[in-house]
């Protein structure tokens, strides 16, 4: 899509918004790694990926796979916003009878491809897409973004492996690096770092940026479809809960709703109505 800058940063504010309104009304949901990648989620859905909301289904579609399955949210923001479902649907979030459940399902929410949640699952499913792409000769390409605590799930690793032996340079990986999971720092809990020689080392080709940068997100992507031969993955720096500043670094916000206060202030900084 044919986008500036200011509108990619003004659809990320857009999706904060959403954010914010959806896990408040529901009472729950996961806002911190969900602000911390609404730049991402705003260059993939609005620049980069090859969508159409009106074919879903079209073979030759490039596939996203939200592998920490958490921070649904920002996806939900992301497709309503994309329109592939109307947006007050948000306001039904995590409540009974509701498509859009605390996690993903793919075969409930158009434009899910995947139902994640349990970490490590959804990268391992998109290395699965882009290796079927492959087999039948897809020009589709599959995009996942990860979380950095979900890094420590082995099976993360044994997906790597697979995707540089396989060669699978339609696949992109995104690393929301924000340094902080659900128990604390990630250094503290269980460190993965260095995870760009880490993913090096697996054979992938790896590009460190600034993930709330939309120019930046967007020239990694581009540079990402010139790499022939290996996988590619983005180690996005990011700030977890980033855009509303009592959230912002810290776990205190992994996993909890705003109240009437909290969602006032929210939307103050973020420019939103209630």
């Keep these: ?40 989620a705003a260059v993939l859905y609005f620049k980069e990926m090859n969508l159409d909301p009106a074919n879903p289904k079209d073979p030759n579609r490039d596939k996203f796979v939200l592998s920490k399955g958490h921070a649904a949210p920002v996806l939900y923001a992301a497709l309503a916003e994309r329109g592939f479902f109307p947006k007050e649907d948000l306001q039904t979030l995590r409540k009974m009878g509701s498509k859009l459940q605390g996690h993903p399902d793919m075969k409930k929410v158009p434009g899910v491809e995947m ?16 290796l079927a792409g492959k087999l039948d000769g897809r020009t589709g390409r599959v995009y996942t973004l990860l979380g950095d605590g979900e890094l420590q799930e082995g099976m993360v690793w044994e ?60 020239e990694a992507l581009d540079e990402a479809r010139t790499v022939k031969g290996k996988p590619f993955a983005i180690i996005a720096k990011t700030i977890k809960g980033k855009g509303v500043s009592f959230m912002e670094d810290t776990n205190a916000w992994h996993g909890k709703a705003p109240n009437d206060e909290q969602l006032a202030a929210a939307l103050k900084e973020l420019g939103g109505d209630r």
């Excluded at 139902?115 to 882009?130: E, I, P, R, Y």
């Design 159 to 218: 997906a790597a492996m697979a995707a540089a032996h396989y060669k699978l340079d339609n696949l992109t990986a995104i690393i929301d690096w924000n340094g902080i999971q659900i128990d604390g720092r990630n250094d503290e809990v269980m460190t993965v770092s260095p995870v760009d020689e880490k993913f090096k080392a697996f054979g992938w080709a790896v590009k460190v940026i600034d993930g709330h940068d939309v120019q930046a997100v967007a």
């Design 115 to 130: 139902s994640t949640g349990s970490l490590g699952q959804g990268v391992s499913t998109a290395v699965g897409m882009a």
């Design 1 to 40: 899509m044919q986008v500036t800058y200011d509108q990619l940063r003004e659809k990320a504010r857009q999706l904060r918004v959403d954010v914010i309104k959806a896990i408040y009304g529901a009472g729950s949901g996961h806002p911190g790694g969900s602000l911390s990648a609404a730049e991402i």
